[in-house]
């Protein structure tokens, strides 16, 4: 008789558990360092962090300035900047005056849109009084929050007001610094690596090179989706007829910059806006209008913008999103996807050539369904990646080692 076959399963040592449990603890110390200090100067990073990722979006334009027309670095930044303000300002007093008068609608046509839910589930077939009872209830809660809202809205300019020196402290300091990183981004990351032991700055740097080209990526594909997202939105809701297309078409370009969640909130708010003015068949046409904008986006514009270079699980990023607001609130719902895919690149967890304990890796995912995705040759190969910026490096050189640090 063969004797051949698995052998007892191992048992998980009290020591190796009490060392990851270790280890978790001090990640955990960690983490909560960072939110103390995030507390205390996030009037410096929040505006840092934005800078960062304007820089990414704005940086080809700096080095076509530069490179192209011969404009000094320092010209070339402030060019980049000032075109970056116009284009802002001048969106902002095409809609901004729309969208401050319409925003209150938009309130009351949800809230209305809330309140004849019952109904609509009631015409559905739904007749149990548990549901009915349970769907008001929750309807009511709906209701309350969003009349909050609007309350909020029609009185906001004098809560607006006390804050607007930090706003706009907030928005100097981060035009500031993108001008710093638009001129010497390389000399701000070589800075930074000195802070890091001569003999690993190297490591760093490329892992500095593969979280720039991330974010780089990230944020250029993500300001096109949310354009087109926008754009669709508010087209298709123009041609069923339901009012309010562009403001809600602005609404779904802010929020689609957080992911997956802020499809869902434009999606149910042109629902809702289309329920109370169209009835039930404008809310299946604004539900299909959004169904077709997002599976456009999902099926064709990520793929082909951002590829599998920086593609994270969904799951992933829906824990990032939601332990972000928890923690920063709409900040941090706006700059976990960044700060995920940056940390994951840097780290080398995007690659899928690393080698892994247990099954081989075609047996958990077929490469031609490989969640991790393939790193780009760019990053592969160790290579500056070009125009997608130059913050993390310079002509393709890596950082020295510098004893004298």
Same mark, same amino acid.
């Given at each position: 008789?063969?004797?051949?076959?698995?052998?007892?399963?191992?048992?998980?040592?009290?020591? %190796?558990? #009490?060392?990851? @449990?270790?280890?978790?603890?001090?990640?955990?110390?960690?983490?909560?360092?960072?939110?103390?200090? $995030?507390?205390?100067?996030?009037?410096?990073?929040?505006?840092?962090?934005?800078?960062?990722?304007?820089?990414?979006?704005?940086?080809?334009?700096? @080095?076509?300035?530069?490179?192209?027309l011969r404009f000094p670095r320092f010209l070339s930044a402030?060019? &980049?900047?000032?075109?970056?303000?116009?284009?802002?300002?001048?969106?902002?007093?095409?809609?901004?005056?729309?969208?401050?008068?319409?925003?209150?609608?938009?309130?009351?046509?949800?809230?209305?849109?809330?309140?004849?839910?019952?109904?609509?589930?009631?015409?559905?077939?739904?007749?149990?009084?548990?549901?009915?009872?349970?769907?008001? *209830?929750? &309807?009511?809660?709906?209701?309350?929050?969003?009349?909050?809202?609007?309350?909020?809205?029609?009185?906001?300019?004098?809560?607006?007001?006390?804050?607007?020196?930090?706003?706009?402290?907030?928005?100097?300091?981060?035009?500031?610094?993108?001008?710093?990183?638009?001129?010497?981004?390389?000399?701000?990351?070589?800075?930074?690596?000195?802070?890091?032991?001569? *003999? %690993?700055?190297?490591? $760093?740097?490329?892992?500095?090179?593969?979280? $720039?080209?991330?974010?780089?990526?990230?944020? %250029?594909?993500?300001?096109?989706?949310?354009?087109?997202?926008?754009?669709?939105? @508010?087209?298709?809701?123009?041609?069923?007829?339901?009012?309010?297309? =562009?403001?809600?078409?602005?609404? &779904?370009?802010?929020?689609?910059?957080?992911?997956?969640?802020?499809?869902?909130?434009?999606?149910? @708010?042109?629902?809702?806006?289309?329920?109370?003015?169209?009835?039930?068949?404008?809310?299946?046409?604004?539900?299909?209008?959004?169904?077709? =904008?997002?599976?456009?986006?999902?099926?064709?514009?990520?793929?082909?913008?951002?590829?599998?270079s920086v593609r994270l699980h969904p799951m992933t990023v829906?824990?990032?999103?939601?332990?972000?607001?928890?923690?920063?609130?709409?900040?941090?719902?706006?700059?976990?996807?960044?700060?995920?895919?940056?940390?994951?690149?840097?780290?080398?967890?995007?690659?899928?050539?690393?080698?892994? *304990?247990?099954?081989?890796?075609?047996?958990?995912?077929?490469?031609?369904?490989?969640?991790?995705?393939?790193?780009?040759?760019?990053?592969?190969?160790?290579?500056?990646?070009?125009? &997608?910026?130059?913050?993390?490096? #310079?002509?393709?050189?890596?950082?020295?080692?510098?004893?004298?640090?």
């Amino acid at each position: 008789m063969s004797t051949d076959g698995p052998g007892p399963a191992q048992r998980i040592s009290l020591e %190796r558990l #009490s060392v990851s @449990a270790l280890q978790l603890i001090i990640i955990g110390v960690a983490g909560y360092g960072a939110l103390l200090v $995030w507390g205390k100067l996030q009037f410096i990073l929040l505006p840092f962090f934005v800078a960062v990722l304007l820089a990414a979006l704005l940086t080809p334009v700096a @080095a076509f300035l530069h490179a192209k027309l011969r404009f000094p670095r320092f010209l070339s930044a402030i060019t &980049t900047v000032v075109f970056l303000i116009v284009v802002v300002a001048g969106l902002l007093t095409l809609v901004a005056p729309d969208i401050v008068t319409q925003a209150e609608d938009i309130s009351k046509q949800v809230e209305k849109g809330i309140k004849e839910l019952p109904n609509v589930l009631h015409d559905l077939g739904l007749k149990d009084e548990d549901i009915q009872k349970y769907s008001r *209830d929750i &309807t009511d809660k709906l209701q309350d929050s969003l009349g909050a809202i609007g309350g909020q809205l029609g009185s906001g300019v004098i809560s607006a007001a006390q804050g607007v020196v930090n706003v706009a402290a907030s928005i100097f300091l981060a035009i500031i610094m993108l001008i710093y990183l638009l001129i010497d981004g390389t000399g701000f990351w070589r800075g930074f690596l000195r802070f890091a032991p001569a *003999d %690993r700055r190297v490591g $760093w740097h490329d892992g500095g090179k593969r979280a $720039w080209t991330a974010i780089t990526m990230y944020v %250029r594909s993500q300001v096109i989706v949310a354009i087109i997202d926008g754009v669709g939105v @508010a087209v298709g809701l123009t041609i069923i007829g339901v009012p309010l297309a =562009v403001p809600l078409g602005v609404f &779904t370009f802010i929020v689609a910059f957080i992911p997956y969640v802020g499809a869902i909130v434009a999606g149910l @708010a042109a629902m809702l806006v289309a329920l109370s003015t169209k009835g039930l068949e404008g809310m299946i046409g604004a539900f299909v209008v959004a169904l077709v =904008v997002q599976q456009i986006e999902g099926n064709i514009l990520q793929p082909i913008l951002i590829g599998r270079s920086v593609r994270l699980h969904p799951m992933t990023v829906l824990l990032g999103v939601g332990a972000g607001s928890a923690l920063l609130g709409l900040a941090g719902a706006f700059l976990a996807t960044p700060v995920i895919a940056g940390v994951a690149a840097a780290a080398g967890w995007l690659e899928d050539d690393e080698e892994l *304990d247990g099954p081989e890796p075609e047996e958990i995912a077929p490469p031609e369904q490989d969640p991790l995705g393939s790193p780009s040759d760019a990053v592969r190969a160790g290579d500056d990646p070009g125009d &997608t910026g130059e913050f993390p490096t #310079s002509g393709g050189a890596k950082a020295p080692p510098d004893d004298d640090a």
